[in-house]
């Protein structure tokens, strides 16, 4: 069955320490995005990636970093950096970053998502 | 600014029908979506809107008004398994494909 991977599903890590989150598509998706999701705020978007080798900072990007080196897998680090790691991290993909037709393409297929908690 | 707005809890009783409003003000407009989360687990695809009027799916419906920045999802006969969060999320213009979501709507039915 097609769909999103993200690994690992809980993590925690110490102050100071790099993470790297997981996260792997076989849906032949184009578009590939990192969310984070904190208690009563809606899902930010930290970074996107609209084809393999480019991405694109969203609008929580400070202390985390990305790569797309294969269409499949978009991988988020979640770097010291960042003061307040603790959150569930939600990737997703769709089939093209490209506007949609009415008919509602490019909807987002999200993974089951990874909670940090930094202890 | 991007601002999208809903009610943070509701409660209803089962087989009743709710109404969830989001109103929004974004730079761009491309589509509406409407999304179910249950605690803990990844986001569900519900609904898509880009012009004005109603969209229905079963038991749920889902309607835009552009020129208000308004959308609501109705679910109808509603059951237990409905409790979840609804996220209203708008796509941005552009060919970019982002979504920019509300806070959510933690809906709890009740028997």
């Known amino acids: 069955d097609g769909g999103i991977t993200q690994s690992p599903k809980y993590l925690f890590r110490k102050e100071g320490q790099n993470v790297t989150l997981s996260c792997e598509q076989n849906?032949?998706?184009?578009?590939m995005y990192w969310y984070r999701q904190d208690p009563g705020q809606g899902l930010r978007l930290i970074y996107y990636?609209?084809?393999?080798?480019?991405?694109q900072k969203g609008d929580i990007a400070e202390g985390y970093s990305v790569s797309r080196e294969k269409k499949e897998s978009f991988p988020l680090t979640v770097t010291s950096a960042q003061k307040n790691p603790t959150a569930f991290y939600l990737c997703?993909?769709?089939?093209?970053?490209?506007?949609?037709?009415?008919?509602?393409?490019?909807?987002?297929?999200f993974g089951a998502g990874s909670r940090l908690t930094v202890l | 600014g991007q601002n999208i707005d809903q009610p943070t809890e509701m409660t209803a009783t089962e087989g009743a029908i709710v109404q969830i409003n989001c109103t929004y003000q974004t730079s761009g407009f491309n589509g509406l979506f409407w999304y179910q989360q249950h605690a803990g687990e990844a986001p569900t695809f519900l609904s898509y809107?880009?012009?004005?009027g109603l969209e229905e799916k079963g038991r749920f419906s889902s309607f835009l008004s552009r020129s208000k920045g308004y959308s609501y999802l109705l679910l109808k006969e509603l059951q237990m398994k409905d409790s979840a969060s609804y996220l209203c999320a708008v796509r941005d213009a552009g060919n970019t494909g982002k979504l920019i979501f509300g806070q959510g709507t933690t809906l709890q039915v009740k028997p």
């Open positions: 997703a993909s769709s089939t093209s970053a490209r506007t949609g037709t009415v008919s509602g393409a490019n909807v987002l297929t």
């Open positions: 849906l032949n998706h184009d578009a």
């Open positions: 809107n880009v012009l004005d």
């Open positions: 990636s609209q084809i393999v080798n480019d991405f």
